[in-house]
């Protein structure tokens, strides 16, 4: 039986060879990733739809957040790279860390989103003067260095350290200098759900006793009135986070800082409303312009590269910089 299965398979590859090796070839061709991503100009996200509030106040305009569309090297794409205009090839070990796969880094700007939607909320209702109680902070392992000797992994919770619970990094690397070189540190951490426990060994490093780990923060809070962000799963980063706390501040309060404009930015934010830096902003100024934008909000460390990238292109958008929320929201209301 089995050999009249072979010699049938073996007759079939043989009277369809051509056919065979040009599936192959097409398969290849498609989908095989050679090591490199392409930036393109992005689009844009109307976040009044993603703000799920009760009684949110009205708004005549668009407050939207830019983003970079990335895709991964496959051949057809590296090849558009070459003939598109600002479709930009990049080595995919350019925008790894260390021996990381794209998939890692994947995954931890999918952190970074949760932590700035966080961030956007806290310090839109702080500035908005409304009631939002942090309750709890929660350490989540964002990196793990080449050098460690641990067992932990990117996206772990972080809930006991030798017994002892810490919420702040700087609280956690204290600790750690208060160690010996060597030393074996336990880990209690939540994984998909489950409690884990894991190790990590204390090395040294420009006189610094380190584990080998970066920590980002999440948040547990209360706030009045309650607020739900929706995201969707290929979304991630924490550029937006500007953009969604001017979203949240606006759906908080009586006045409508859009004034019927189309307002398109991006920025990343910390709980006490302080705009950061973002990498892409030709992508997102260039995909705001596509969309029909009247104002473009970047972080001031972007404004330059923006400003150049508005001048070659001719673009016809307003553009503005700021380094706080607060400072957006003057901006805005003027």
Known sequence: ??????????????????FLCALAF??????????FVIYRPGGTIDLKDRIVMDDPYPTSGKLSMAYVSMMKGNI???????????????????????NESIDDTILRDHLYLEEGLDNAT????QAANKEINIKKKYPVVSYIT????????????????????FEELAQLQEYINS???????AFEVERDGKKVSCTATVYEIDNTLKVGISILTKYEYDASPSIEIKTKDSESGSSGGLMTALSIYNALTEEDITKGRNIIGTGTIDILGNVGEIGGVKYKLLGAEKEGA???LCPKENYEEAKKVKEQNDLNIELIAVSTLEEAIEVLTK
Do not use: C, H
């Not at 080449?146 to 619970?165: F, M």
């Open 179 to 185: 160690l010996q070189k060597d030393d074996s540190v």
């Open 76 to 98: 057809p794409f590296v090849l558009l790279s070459f003939v598109l205009p600002n479709w930009d090839l990049e080595k995919t070990s350019e925008i790894t860390l260390d």
């Open 1 to 18: 039986m089995f050999i009249k299965l072979y010699e049938m398979i073996k007759k079939f590859i043989k009277e369809n060879i051509r």
């Open 122 to 125: 806290i310090s839109a209702y």
């Open 146 to 165: 080449k050098e460690a000797q641990t067992n932990l992994k990117v996206g772990d919770i972080i809930l006991k350290v030798n017994q002892q619970e």
């Open 294 to 296: 009247d104002i473009f």
């Open 26 to 35: 097409l398969f290849l061709f498609f989908f095989y990733q050679l090591p």
